[in-house]
């Protein structure tokens, strides 16, 4: 019940279909005669419009994010496995298309295969099934595997994970197939964004992995003002703030996650 509601509400709260709801629904009052009701709803749409596409929000929200855990330095001298989070590929394409194709959180399996040269006796764990409510794509659990082997991961080496919907299931589902054993090193590569719930939540599952983000998205060095990128990239950064802060949040509501943000 949890991935089903939580994947409408974000269908609702992400910022581009929240700014056409309430516009539409300003046209809507607008037309029945709640003029100022129509029209304080068409400004917040407007509103959200301009934070998101035109000033730096979004990226000033991804700072404590993907500032939150930094690679280790100096980097482990031996590591058991690499575990890297799906998410990464364009599922629909795919499925339809065949091959890899790549979207923007693609850094993610390209890293992976750095690592995995890095780190030649390592196992290399994917894991990610379809995580999509509405529309049909091929899961990265079983994409990867043709993107990985094409860079040079031996197949042997790949341990894949097929299940997972959401990040709670690749924890979970994750330390039930590779068993960690005590004093083993695990990387989790993900989004840098991403990395906070993340290991929240393999640390709930009883898995203590060290973060290696990877795909930042921000520079880092942004403060609010106008935004410095172009408004669909400032669109983008607003919306995976929203989603990645609402999920800690609801997250640690709900017990998945002993803190907000972990240190």
Do not use: C
């Amino acid at each position: 019940m949890f991935f089903y509601l939580s994947k409408l509400f974000w269908i609702v709260v992400q910022p581009i279909n929240l700014i056409g709801i309430l516009v539409f629904a300003g046209i809507v009052l607008s037309l029945l005669r709640f003029r100022w009701s129509g029209i304080a709803l068409s400004f917040a749409g407007f509103l959200i419009l301009a934070l998101g596409a035109w000033s730096s929000l979004g990226a000033v929200l991804l700072h404590p994010l993907e500032d939150r855990f930094a690679r280790p330095d100096p980097a482990p001298r031996e590591v058991a496995g690499i575990i890297v989070l799906g998410g990464g590929f364009e599922g629909g394409v795919n499925l339809a298309r065949g091959g890899y194709e790549l979207n923007a959180s693609g850094d993610r399996f390209v890293e992976a295969a750095v690592l995995a040269r890095r780190y030649p006796q390592a196992r290399v764990v994917v894991t990610g099934g379809t995580g999509a409510l509405l529309l049909a794509g091929e899961g990265d659990g079983d994409t990867a595997p043709k993107l990985l082997t094409a860079l040079g991961v031996a197949p042997e080496r790949l341990v894949l994970e097929t299940r997972a919907r959401n990040t709670q299931e690749n924890a979970r589902f994750t330390r039930e197939l590779v068993e960690p054993q005590p004093g083993e090193t695990w990387l989790l590569v993900t989004s840098a964004f991403h990395m906070p719930r993340s290991v929240g939540l393999f640390r709930k599952a009883g898995f203590d992995v060290v973060p290696w983000p990877a795909d930042y998205q921000t520079a880092g060095t942004e403060t609010f003002g106008l935004a410095q990128d172009n408004a669909m990239d400032s669109l983008r950064n607003l919306a995976l703030a929203i989603r990645e802060w609402i999920g800690l949040v609801a997250y640690r509501a709900t017990g998945r996650i002993d803190r907000i943000l972990p240190d």
